[in-house]
């Protein structure tokens, strides 16, 4: 019988489609220092972002035949050199989209509000200060009208494309690879409607963007794609948003863009010592944080694990 470590955990639907198929599915967490020496108990493994599944754990297991993360980026998962020992590496690039991308719109929301410093200050000093308050946040911005930056088209760049048109922004859009500059909205009711967006270059969407959203993968060679001569370019007074991969931005120089006035605020959702952020970025009082649940949803977690369990199944089916 397939025995799956679903090492991460697996939303209830997943779990229950395995076990229907005649899978034994095992949710008990098994510390990464351990795995090297448990993980060949089982016949496959899923992971989110917390286990990594690196060469060595790879060749310290070969009862293991597949590899499922429950996301969309692989940077947690030795990809090129599992497929090449045989084994199946699959994820769920769909499944989160929607998610990932309202949380991009929470966060600039709570930035041109001010948000991410009035739920600090408030309960502090909301009773004593409150016209005080009202004043500092005063001069807040409307998302109609504003230019967003999506650097990286894929699935979860067109949801927020799809999201930014819905609330009237100039969409402008930059990616390494060809894409169709267009993305179809979808009202209740009605069908789908095509609507263009603008294709940029790098620096032209730096450039021209007031807000600038990142969906690309960890880049191979570790370099961030937003650094000190990137954030140059960037508008003054702009705000960015990381919902992707930790260390896309430099975010020493993010810091500095935010002291010195050249940026507005940012929006992170990962960073790049995950666990352990940066203590400044959590104590700095023009960023919006959370603690990487972009795909942390129920309706994205039952799409996970029941796409999951679709390919894990038709995988050892074949």
Known sequence: M??????DGIDPLGKELLE?????????????????????????????????????????????????????????????YARDKGLAVVNTPASSSISVAELVFAHLLTGIRFLYDAN??????????FNDLKKKYAKGTELRGKKLGIIGFGRIGREVARIGLGFGMDIGVYDLFPFEP??????????????????????????????????VPGQKDGRPVIGKAELALIKKGAGIVNAARGGLIDEHALLEALDSGKLAFAGLDVFENEPVPLEALLTHARISLTPH??????????????ELADLIIAHFNK
């Open 2 to 7: 397939i025995k799956i470590l679903a090492n």
């Open 20 to 80: 229907k198929a005649g899978f034994i599915v095992d949710t008990d967490n098994i510390p990464q220092a351990e795995l090297s020496g448990r993980l060949n108990e089982y016949d496959a493994i899923t992971v989110r972002s917390a286990t990594k599944v690196r060469k060595e754990l790879i060749d310290a297991c070969p009862n293991i035949k597949l590899i499922g993360r429950g996301g969309v980026g692989m940077d947690n998962i030795d990809v090129e």
């Open 120 to 129: 600090r200050i408030m309960p502090a000093q909301g009773s004593t200060r």
């Open 182 to 215: 267009s993305v179809h909205l979808h009202f209740a009711g009605n069908a789908p409607i095509k609507v263009a967006v603008n294709s940029r270059t790098f620096d032209q969407l730096l450039a021209e963007s007031d807000f600038i959203s990142l969906h």
């Open 293 to 306: 649940i972009g795909a942390a949803t129920d309706e994205a977690q039952e799409r996970i694990g029941k």
